[in-house]
């Protein structure tokens, strides 16, 4: 029935929403109290630094946003594929393969974990395995931003606010992919990195999180998805 369809769409675009802005908060979480240092300390710091930072809780923020990925995943392309079945699809198997690339970068921290639990454990390993979770997700996050590239054209109606939100996703999606794309052919990319990304960082912390409060306040009430 009409009824029934409205109330999914409502749902839909509530679950991925939320997932949206509990995401924003993990990511925040873990890398403000762990990884933001974590990423940039030597082989002999590092060790120290996890053991007395909030790192098995920066790992649970990790899951949980590996968590919300996977939801936003299916409520984009559920939400949207009546309006662009394969655009949608698309759209949602880049953000799901981000998710898969995000998964194996975790299993790193997981060898981190247990390296710590160790009493002699070995630095290097460490170092290794943190640096080798940055690359991974950094990797994955090409991919993301195909996802939001790809997300923009779907967001994008007459509305000006959704046409505003869709600039952001784009130009996020651009950041992300250029910027993470660089750093594959640009030695010594990380000291360039925050010069590039600043172009972007309006789009890349406000787009998504616009987009989810969108959903979340007018979300179901669009009678174009149904």
């Known amino acids: 029935s009409i009824q029934f369809q409205t ?7 509530r679950v991925t929403a939320l997932s949206i ?3 924003a908060i993990a990511a925040a979480f873990a890398m403000s109290q762990v990884f933001a240092e974590a990423f940039i300390l030597s082989i002999d710091e590092l060790p120290v630094f996890l053991t007395n930072s909030s790192f098995k809780a920066s790992v649970i923020a990790w ?21 662009n079945h394969l655009r949608a699809a698309i759209s949602g198997l880049f953000r799901l393969l981000y998710s898969i690339i995000l998964a194996y970068g975790i299993s790193k921290l997981f060898l ?10 070995s630095a290097e390993i460490i170092h290794q395995n943190i640096h080798s979770f940055q690359a ?47 750093d594959l052919f640009i ?7 925050p010069t590039v990304e ?9 787009s998504e ?4 409060f969108w959903l979340l306040l007018k979300g179901g009430r669009e009678a174009s998805i149904g």
């Open 187 to 193: 030695d010594n990319y990380e000291s360039y990195r």
């Open 136 to 182: 991974i997700w950094q990797f994955g996050l090409i991919v993301f931003g195909l996802h939001l590239i790809t997300l923009s054209k779907l967001v994008c109606q007459k509305k000006k606010l959704l046409k505003l939100i869709a600039i952001l996703l784009f130009l996020a999606g651009v950041g992300y992919f250029l910027s993470n794309t660089l």
């Open 21 to 23: 802005i509990v995401m």
């Open 63 to 83: 899951l949980i946003i590996l968590l919300c990925d996977l939801m936003v995943s299916w409520g984009l392309y559920s939400y949207y594929k009546k309006r």
């Open 112 to 121: 981190v974990s247990l390296e710590l639990s160790n009493d002699e454990f």
């Open 209 to 212: 999180i616009g987009l989810a």
């Open 7 to 13: 109330m999914t769409t409502k749902s839909i675009s």
């Open 198 to 206: 600043a172009v972007f960082i309006f789009p890349m912390i406000f």
